[in-house]
């Protein structure tokens, strides 16, 4: 007798575990990833269109081409980005193609021929907020106010502007992950979203504020960002907490309520090329697959600083 299929003997598990004992698929799809934060992403938007965190056989077998395009209506109404609707029905067409391989459903109905368009933001036209460097500086100095974080804010928000980093990365860094590299220093990244085993150069100052703050706090090994609060005292900090950490600064600096995390990466790759770095050396340092990814700092800058409104003169 033939054996039975990998596949199919996944299909009837999963079938019958689901009718059986109400098997949340949802979580079975999520393990595909080896991220967090990618499962994380996954199951916010996909538990939002279905309103539950737990997505049976039944809840999915009910979808069709219809609730969806009611779904990215009701998104248009509330208002929320393009990028953000995107987002969650390419997450939501995603799962349903895992239960389509799996033969759990007949069709996909987030099929891209199916479903309404979104309105597309050109990547051109999309706007960055961007710190100047002398912004750069007043955030730093605002890390002052700090309090005993002070010396850690003020060197995290470094390391993060010089080597682009995502929040998430910073998160990530243990002491282990920066070491020579020849005449150079390097943060490796074992795990981040351009893949695995990536590694990006740290300048020596930044080494040297880094070691310094390794003093200050007596941090030998493991978490290079650790926690202040009563709660989570000497823990990791978490991407959010690094969040806050920025938005908290960017505050008390005075400064646009629009600057997060991801607009030291921004203004890292920014600075770059202020300075004359070319958009291949940004490309690889901010390690972005494609080169159009960067060329989105270069359309932003040329935009304003060369535009048609500067040669329009009325006299009053």
Aim: glycine share 4%.
């Amino acid at each position: 007798m033939a054996s039975e299929h990998p596949i199919q003997r996944y299909q009837a598990e999963i079938t019958v575990g689901t009718e059986s004992s109400g098997l949340d698929l949802l979580s079975a799809f999520l393990q595909r990833f080896d991220r967090e934060q990618t499962r994380r992403a996954y199951r916010n938007d996909i538990s939002h269109f279905f309103e539950s965190e737990y997505v049976l056989l039944d809840d999915v077998r009910r979808v069709s081409f219809l609730h969806v395009n009611e779904y990215i209506a009701r998104l248009e109404a509330a208002g929320l980005k393009a990028t953000t609707i995107k987002r969650r029905i390419a997450a939501l067409r995603g799962f349903f193609d895992w239960l389509l391989a799996l033969e759990l459903v007949e069709r996909n109905p987030v099929n891209r021929q199916l479903v309404r368009r979104v309105r597309t933001v050109r990547r051109q036209d999309q706007t960055i907020f961007v710190l100047t460097a002398q912004q750069a500086e007043a955030l730093l100095a605002a890390t002052e106010l700090s309090g005993e974080a002070a010396i850690r804010d003020r060197t995290l928000m470094t390391t993060m502007i010089h080597c682009v980093l995502r929040r998430s990365e910073a998160a990530a860094m243990d002491v282990e992950h920066i070491r020579p590299l020849g005449r150079y220093w390097v943060l490796d990244l074992p795990k981040t979203k351009g893949g695995a085993d990536q590694y990006v150069k740290v300048p020596t100052h930044v080494v040297h504020e880094i070691e310094a703050m390794k003093s200050h706090y007596g941090i030998t090994s493991g978490p290079l960002w650790r926690s202040f609060s009563p709660r989570s005292f000497g823990k990791r900090l978490t991407p959010h907490s690094i969040y806050r950490i920025v938005k908290q600064a960017a505050i008390r600096a005075g400064l646009s309520n629009s600057i997060g995390a991801h607009t030291l990466r921004h203004s890292g790759c920014t600075l770059a090329i202020e300075a004359g770095a070319t958009l291949q050396q940004v490309q690889a340092h901010a390690r972005h697959k494609n080169l159009e990814t960067t060329m989105v700092y270069i359309h932003q800058r040329d935009r304003l600083r060369d535009s048609a409104a500067d040669y329009i003169h009325i006299k009053k």
